[in-house]
């Protein structure tokens, strides 16, 4: 065959090859063929987006969390860009209830892994029963939404209910359990160490933080809930903070995220010990393009330095 831009050379197959095996990664027993995630929350809860996340060049999918029952969320306005590359949502996790997202997935085959949030204990295994026989990766329990009443980072905010939720889902599942993490009243690092006695697999950190912003004229928060989640560019310091001091206290895996819109960005969370990055609000600035930019830049990043995976670089910050 002749070579054109359609029939890649034997070297550009070779390189291709060798730039997709530096980006394959192992999270908690999964083989992924790229670090990179969908944060929860984003495009999260239709197949056919998922497939075409998939499609752009995604590692892996995570949905939007899935409560058992349907949540209608708050009434608008929900979601407010910021000037700075970031938003402030208080969507209050509408979600079309666990019925619903596991027909909706029933046929998947792309790498998913199902975010489920609940207000109790008993909520979780109701979850894991509707969605444990489907063909998905594993689960990220969000423990850490800043703005729903009763779930999410209230949950998360009492270390004995989380070893009870953690204890309970893991002795009905045999796939990983990704606890998501965010800044609360209980110190981090004193949860992080709870998730890992407890038996969980991986922690994601972390989500949005509580924040909200006041319209001058009005004098009215701009939220209808009044305080939200803040998101973006502004989170990526605090965020890279966190894995960073989790990934030293801990040895299960850590996931890194919040404001991660370059690969400098996901290469920074890399070094303080992400084994896998998950992007969001990038996506609503840059469009999915993002997602084979930042592989892209890795990937250059990675031969320049001259290491043939990027799990050679995970934590590396650490040594200093
Ligand atoms: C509109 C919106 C909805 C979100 N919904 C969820 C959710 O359902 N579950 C969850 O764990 N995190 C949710 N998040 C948090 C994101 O997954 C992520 O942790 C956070 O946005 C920080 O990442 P980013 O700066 O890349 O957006 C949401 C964030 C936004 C902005």
Redesign the pocket.
Known sequence: MKNNASSPTTTNIKSIYKSSNMLSIDLAGIHLRNPLLL????L?ISQEIFNRLYNDGLGAIVS??ISVSPLDGYKGPT?VSLGDK??L?A?G?ANPGSDVFAHEIMNNQIPLIV?I?GSSQSDFPKLISKFDKLNILGY?I?L??PHVAKMGMEVGDDPDLVTKIIKTIKSRTKKPVII?VGIGNTDILKLATIIQESGADAITA???IRAMIINVETGMPILSNKVG?L??IP?KPIGVRCVYEISKKVDIPVIG????FTWEDAIEYVLAGATAI?????IGYTGLKAFNQIKLGITKYLQKKDCKSIKEIVGLAHKY
């Open positions: 944060a929860s929350g984003f999260g939007k969390s979601v970031g938003y949502n969507v996790l975010s949030v990220e969000n850490s939404c998501k972390i989500n949005t989640g998101s973006g989170l995220c919040g404001g991660i998950e992007l969001g609000s990038v």
